[in-house]
């Protein structure tokens, strides 16, 4: 069973820093790609940023280059997702995923409120 764990969530201001972390119930974590994706009011859930273990690559949505970095601690099996200069379009609920013979896991999400 596949159990993924979000906290780190908040509001915070413009221009400010929040630092998500995912803990995962997986079996060979340090195998899977992780990824972040968030899903705002009202629109579509988006991929953030994913990182894989095997070469260290990360990729980033356009939206958040330069000012998000994810990494991963495979030893206590957590992925995080290091978030500056924080916009008030980056409000949105945050999710933690891994995909499994082709099946999505997902986490319950945690609230991220960009807003002075």
């Known amino acids: 069973q596949v159990q993924l764990v979000e906290s780190g969530g908040g509001l915070v201001q413009p221009g400010g820093s929040l630092r998500l972390s995912c803990v995962a119930s997986?079996?060979?974590?340090?195998?899977?790609?992780m990824s972040w994706y968030r899903q705002a009011p009202g629109k579509e859930r988006e991929l953030v940023a994913a990182t894989s273990s095997y070469d260290g690559s990360a990729n980033y949505a356009d939206s958040v280059k330069g000012r998000f970095t994810i990494s991963r601690d495979n030893a206590k099996k957590t992925v995080y997702l290091q978030m500056n200069s924080l916009k008030p379009e980056d409000t949105a609920v945050y999710y933690c995923n891994v995909k499994l013979n082709s099946l999505d896991f997902w986490g319950q999400g945690t609230q991220v409120t960009v807003s002075s």
């Open positions: 997986l079996f060979g974590f340090s195998r899977y790609v």
